[in-house]
């Protein structure tokens, strides 16, 4: 166990101060993505539940009144579903824009040692290192949250056309 957090110490350190901001955007994304699969397979069920036996419970689904009701009720499960999904596509876009940020700091770090060493390549190692390890880091992050976020946009999809479906007026 003290290896790994060794190790862990020392990705931080050759990555740069910017590496502590992907690791905190990568935790809120993870966060709210994680908090999203938790709704949908707990909460969601319940709201469709709820929703399916109110409009069951309906004697009249014909009429204009109906309708309204019914695109009311899609509306506000759609707007739950929905809920925090543009912060996970944010999220999903700062990530590799932090990583070239980590680029640019650690290329700084790459020309400050030039220019105090004259070019030893061992004093702008730590540079390049800190150029890029932010910069894999983001685009890892990236692509998981790219990942998930794909699954949750086919799931959500998949549940504003089931309630659309079961919530139909009956012409």
Sequence with gaps: ?????????????????????????????????????????TEHKKDVAQVLVYWNNRSERQSWTAEAISERLISEVNAKLNTNMAMI????????????????????????AMNHTGGNARSMAAGVSAATIPTMSGMVATLSGVFANTFLMSKISDEEEYIKDNLSTDY
């Design 1 to 41: 166990m003290e290896n790994i957090l060794v190790a862990i110490r020392t990705y931080f350190e050759a990555g740069g101060d910017v590496l502590w901001l992907i690791a905190a955007a990568t935790f809120v994304m993870w966060l709210v993505i994680f908090e999203r699969f938790l709704f949908l397979f």
């Design 89 to 112: 596509k944010t999220l999903i876009s700062l990530l590799p824009l932090l990583g070239l940020l980590g680029t640019v700091t650690g290329m700084i770090q790459v020309f400050e």
